[in-house]
């Protein structure tokens, strides 16, 4: 048995590692998932589909938050690892990345989704990557930004820069779980603003932790769109979409 192995059989025997969906013990092959959950992970292969459900979601809000004067603006594209629901267990993997402190899990799932992204035509022109930021209240008193942690895994396997000085949360929100649509885009409008500006850009990915109706990301779309106008590319991934 190699070092790292025995370390971690080790470490398995004094503090078992369980399945962040379904919570059984997992053994010394196994990270973050059990196999039957690693194996079912509901993979939305967004990324070779740029015309998918969570892109044409994102398109509707951009199109209805274009104003009268003429704008000139392309298909956006987006893609997620994966698919969930709320009585998913595949939730638990945001949610232990978000309010858990597995920071751990939120790069290896991050480097998941770079590596899905990889084989994505449309992100291969990529040159930077924005996480959606916390307003500074929040990053403060959570001592990390999960977005910011999954953007580091995407940076990496896409082997482009991760920059969190661009873009900042100048309006702190109310958490968006019980709104509806219109609530949630008044509630995120206008809250972000770009600081810094990257001269020479083509394409921008911004990465979140999920994707619901997509408001947080049309708010940060159209912050960057203010300084980075078309043809520069602003796209979306998230670890998981929620469909429905
Ligand atoms: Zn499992």
Redesign the pocket.
């Given at each position: 048995m190699r070092g790292w192995k025995y370390v971690r059989a080790m470490f398995d025997i004094l503090l078992p590692r369980?399945?962040?969906?379904?919570?059984?013990k997992?053994n010394i092959q196994e990270k973050y998932?059990?196999?039957?959950?690693?194996s079912?992970l509901p993979l939305t292969r967004f990324g070779q589909i740029s015309h998918n459900p969570m892109a044409d979601r994102f398109n509707e809000a951009i199109q209805k938050g274009l104003d009268d004067s003429w704008r000139q603006e392309a298909y956006a594209f987006a893609s997620a690892l994966f698919f969930y629901e709320d009585e998913s267990?595949y939730k638990h993997i945001p949610h232990q990345i978000k309010y858990q402190g597995n920071i751990s899990a939120g790069r290896y799932f991050g480097r998941m989704l770079g590596r899905e992204l990889l084989s994505a035509e449309w992100a291969s022109d990529v040159d930077l990557v924005i996480p959606v930021p916390l307003h500074w209240k929040r990053h403060w008193s959570r001592g990390y930004n999960q977005a910011e942690i999954i953007a580091e895994g995407v940076a990496a396997e896409l082997g482009v820069p991760m920059r969190t000085d661009i873009l900042r949360r100048v309006r702190r929100t109310e958490t968006q779980t019980r709104l509806d649509v219109p609530e949630k885009s008044a509630n995120v409008a206008g809250a972000f603003k770009v600081c810094t500006s990257v001269a020479g850009l083509k394409h921008i990915l911004l990465i979140d932790d999920v994707f619901t109706t997509g408001s947080t990301l049309h708010s940060c779309f159209l912050a960057l769109r203010e300084v980075y106008p078309f043809p520069i590319r602003i796209s979306v991934a998230t670890l998981g979409f929620v469909g429905g």
């Open positions: 369980t399945c962040l969906v379904c919570g059984r997992l998932l059990c196999l039957h959950c690693a079912d267990g």
